[in-house]
């Protein structure tokens, strides 16, 4: 794909934003429309890294009408001219105070006063002069809420709720937090301050910024707000997107980790009852003692998110303190990411992140298979890119234990034709693409809404602008239509941002002499279906090393099902096992035994979407 498709691609997403004669609503302080168009664009796939294009935007920046934003409203959404105002006023010190508002200038403006002396001094997660024994029982490690890990739904207004979702202002706790540290793709600023006590917490947000004239404006939009920095990841290069959703909440006695699929705007987190999204959640207790854990002693969950928050620049203080928590809960989890760029060299960094992370991290769980356990793998994405059998494969792969190697070795390995073995090296090549295809074609489902189901939904077209998915892809001759199911909610009428992968054994694996278990478990977080979002293995020219190329920022957990593997392997256990294909496998309750650890949203198995109409974002 040409990068001039992309451009033309943005265009056209920008005038039908324009063209919309539906009423604007609020967002953020800036004025756009109710039914946000968003493109991903995914370039073809290539083994040429030269040839590597920036096309995807998984799910693109809001695109306002210019002429709807006020002359005085700023980049993040701040009202500058109420803020110059109030600063006035003060300075007047006038005898009659105005009535309060609601701006987002004057809830932050109010806490100068009690914090300004803290705005140039190092942060940190743990605060050592914090006294555990003073605080309220609530707050003491044996009754924190989250102690293990939990997936939830989030709340959505106008369903019952029934135990498996949770609201935003329940994850914060804006009156014990201390310091939070809030990563998103979308913002809305107004609407996330008012969920937090600004007088008492500090915030670091994480956020897009693509040029130096971008820092530095929105870094002067917040330079009256002491209790408030900024961090922006790298967007140089091929990097695209800064995608990842993530929460490090600090409390005087212990750490939130939370990894949402939503974005920090009310309609993710269910304010409109129209989307739905998950969230990971886990609560880590403070050390009793004021020795931090080593670097050496750390869980690999723990040392994946420090090399994460190292990549994305977030100061070293916040990182530090960290070793603080107790991360032992973290254990048997893992924190796999998408680091935005190129990974090469000769301390092979591509192993850690992408899918390559993926599949390393699967290996360390011990959850690896090998090439003839087969997988089934259902995938609710809220974002399609361009999708091929060779992109899936190397899913499949990380999924069974892969770091990539596998895939790359065989698509750049050389058979000599001289050698004594070679019709059999070919064949056996060719039986091993052959298994792997077939497998793919049997276990792997990727859920995604028809244009029926979004036009059904509580909030009709309008609400389908983070769907992203184009006719193009679909039409491709090499597109895995056969695979698509579509995405309804179990809560009737909802639509999902949902980016939630389930991997289980296959019926197939197992026999009556199957005497191994295979643990299933699940994805969380912001990774859509996209290669985009996972990135690319790639021979460098210049080094002939292997390179991984990733357009985007992401960022989730793995959960894996304990005790599950046992009773999944006596429950698909049969004499005809190996015989079940399709709907003659029990699809209906493939996901099962996930409900007893983490909820399954969508109704299972799907319709297929051979037949239907996939939702076009834009088509609208």
């Not at 995807?56 to 500058?80: C, F, H, W």
């Not at 003060?90 to 403006?109: F, G, L, Y």
């Not at 080593?294 to 530090?320: C, P, V, W, Y």
Request: hydrophobic share 35%; net charge neutral.
């Amino acid at each position: 794909m040409a990068s001039s498709d992309s451009d033309d691609d943005l265009k056209r997403a920008i005038q039908l934003s324009l063209q919309s004669t539906e009423p604007r609503v609020k967002s953020g302080g800036l004025q756009v429309q109710p039914n946000i168009i968003n493109l991903e664009s995914d370039d073809e796939s290539t083994t040429d890294e030269s040839h590597i294009e920036i096309t995807d935007q998984n799910e693109a920046r809001q695109q306002p009408d210019a002429a709807s934003i006020p002359a005085s409203t700023s980049m993040l959404g701040l009202d500058r001219k109420a803020m110059e105002q109030e600063r006035l006023a003060r300075k007047r010190k006038a005898s009659i105070s105005p009535p309060p508002s609601r701006k987002v200038a004057r809830r932050i403006e109010s806490t100068a006063k009690v914090s300004t002396n803290r705005s140039n001094a190092d942060i940190a997660l743990f605060d050592k002069q914090s006294d555990t024994h003073a605080l309220p029982s609530h707050t003491h490690s044996a009754a924190l809420p989250y102690p293990k890990g939990t997936v939830k739904k989030t709340w959505l207004f106008g369903y019952p709720r029934q135990g498996d979702d949770v609201k935003l202002e329940e994850i914060l706790q804006k009156n014990d937090l201390a310091l939070a540290v809030l990563s998103s793709f979308q913002w809305d600023i107004e609407w996330l301050l008012r969920k937090i006590n600004t007088k008492t917490t500090q915030l670091v947000l994480v956020m897009q910024a693509d040029t130096a004239e971008d820092k530095a404006q929105y870094r002067q939009e917040t330079a009256s707000m002491p209790n408030l920095r900024l961090c922006f990841p790298s967007m140089e290069g091929q990097i695209n997107c800064m995608h990842s959703k993530l929460m490090l909440l600090s409390y005087p006695s212990h750490l939130r980790i939370v990894v949402p699929t939503a974005n920090l705007v009310p309609y993710d987190w269910g304010e409109t009852g129209v989307m739905e999204n998950m969230a990971f959640l886990i609560d880590l207790p403070r050390l009793p003692t004021p020795q931090p854990t080593s670097q050496r002693k750390m869980t690999d969950f723990g040392n994946d998110l420090i090399h994460f928050l190292q990549a994305m620049g977030l100061e070293k203080s916040i990182i530090e303190s960290l070793y603080h928590f107790d991360f032992s809960a973290t254990r048997d989890l893992a924190f796999v990411h998408t680091i935005g760029g190129a990974h090469t060299g000769d301390d092979e960094p591509w192993r850690r992140t992408g899918y390559c992370g993926l599949g390393r991290a699967i290996s360390r769980l011990g959850l690896a298979l090998n090439d003839e356990q087969a997988l089934a793998i259902d995938y609710v994405t809220s974002s399609v890119g361009s999708l091929n059998t060779d992109f899936l494969s190397t899913l499949y792969l990380a999924a069974q234990g892969d770091d990539g190697t596998k895939e790359y070795q065989s698509r750049n390995a050389t058979l000599s034709k001289q050698a004594k073995d070679y019709s059999t090296q070919v064949k056996r090549r060719a039986d091993a693409q052959e298994r792997l295809h077939k497998q793919i074609d049997q276990g792997f489902r990727i859920y995604f809404p028809s244009e029926d189901t979004v036009e059904a939904s509580k909030g009709g077209p309008g609400s389908g602008g983070t769907i992203c998915f184009q006719r193009k892809w679909w039409e491709s001759s090499t597109f895995p239509r056969q695979l698509m199911r579509d995405c309804k909610s179990r809560r009737a009428g909802a639509l999902m941002h949902n980016k939630i992968i389930y991997i289980h054994p296959h019926p197939t694996s197992y026999s009556p002499t199957t005497t191994t278990t295979t643990t299933p478990w699940a994805y969380i977080g912001s990774a859509n279906c996209s290669e985009s979002a996972w990135g690319k293995l790639v021979k460098d020219r210049a080094s002939k090393l292997p390179k991984l190329n990733c357009r985007n920022w992401e960022c989730g957990v793995v959960v894996p099902l304990p005790h599950a593997a046992t009773l999944f392997s006596s429950n698909n256990n049969s004499s005809d096992g190996a015989s079940m294909n399709g709907e003659e496998r029990g699809d209906e309750n493939r996901l099962d035994l996930f409900e007893r650890v983490l909820p399954v949203p969508m109704e299972v198995p799907g319709e297929e979407l051979l037949g239907k109409r996939p939702w076009f974002h834009q088509d609208r």
